[in-house]
């Protein structure tokens, strides 16, 4: 992402956590291309309080969890938001893997969008399918009735024997790069305007709005003693916030929210 931008480099911050551990936050922002986007690598342990037993259904006394997570917010609205992670974890005695990548437009190019999905499509095997759904149900303000983006794949609590999942976990990962590089590519000098930051400042509150009250991630960061400045590094730099704002019938920005409704 530092060869894609050319103006701006990551900075990195290592933290460690009171509870137990720690991990690597790198943040870039401000870029050409790059508005705001992190990496986070954590490797984090400790007790397991009522409120994390309660979000994870475990009777165990302590917990290990590893992952990476990674978020890219672009300058352009004509380049979408894209989100990655992948994980593992410990209860007690019970031991899985999640994870999951999904893209985030603010308007719709039908050619990127179903180059994303081909490629986790080809990654992903038998299986795409069965993800490709979940993350469908998973991404979703219920209480707009609205999906966050246009999909991807998710998956949780998936065990097995040997190093099927790590594997599993890393060819995902990989695959990243080739899903959105050449999305970033193809959008990067395409014109926009002042509307389109508007909408894409209404629909970046969308993803406040989901990553605030939805998802496990951050309900999980905080409520196991996380970093905060880690946890929400995910958020956008500027979001938008309107009573009942409604895109014009028949606009481009319309469009998009049909596609996203549930």
């Not at 899985?96 to 990127?112: H, N």
């Not at 609590?157 to 590519?185: H, S, T």
């Amino acid at each position: 992402m530092e060869k894609e931008d050319g103006s701006v480099k990551f900075s990195e911050d290592r933290w460690e956590r009171p509870g137990g551990g720690g991990g690597i936050t790198r943040i870039i922002e401000g870029g050409k291309v790059i508005e705001k986007g992190g990496v986070n690598t954590s490797v984090v342990h400790g007790p397991i309080t009522p409120a994390l037993a309660q979000q994870i259904q475990s009777n165990g006394k302590e917990f290990f969890a590893c992952g990476i997570s990674v978020v890219l917010h672009p300058l352009s609205p004509m380049i979408p938001t894209v989100h990655a992670n992948f994980r593992y974890f410990e209860a007690g005695d019970d031991r899985w893997f999640g994870g999951g990548c999904d893209l985030t437009p603010y308007y719709l190019f039908e050619e990127d969008v179903d180059h994303f999905h081909d490629v986790f499509r080809k990654s992903c095997g038998p299986r795409y399918s069965e993800f490709k759904k979940n993350c469908d149900e998973y991404f979703v303000n219920k209480h707009r009735g609205e999906r966050r983006g246009v999909g991807g794949i998710f998956y949780d609590y998936e065990r097995g024997e040997g190093d099927y999942w790590l594997e599993f976990a890393k060819r995902n990962a990989e695959a990243l790069i080739e899903a959105y590089v050449p999305i970033v590519q193809r959008r990067r000098d395409t014109p926009y305007n002042d509307r389109h930051v508007h909408w894409q400042e209404i629909r970046r509150g969308r993803y406040v709005e989901f990553n605030l009250i939805h998802d496990r991630g951050t309900l999980f960061g905080l409520r196991s003693g996380g970093r905060t400045e880690s946890i929400l590094m995910s958020l956008p730099p500027r979001a938008r916030f309107e009573y009942h704002d409604q895109p014009e019938a028949g606009s481009q920005e319309a469009a998009l929210l049909e596609i996203l409704k549930t």
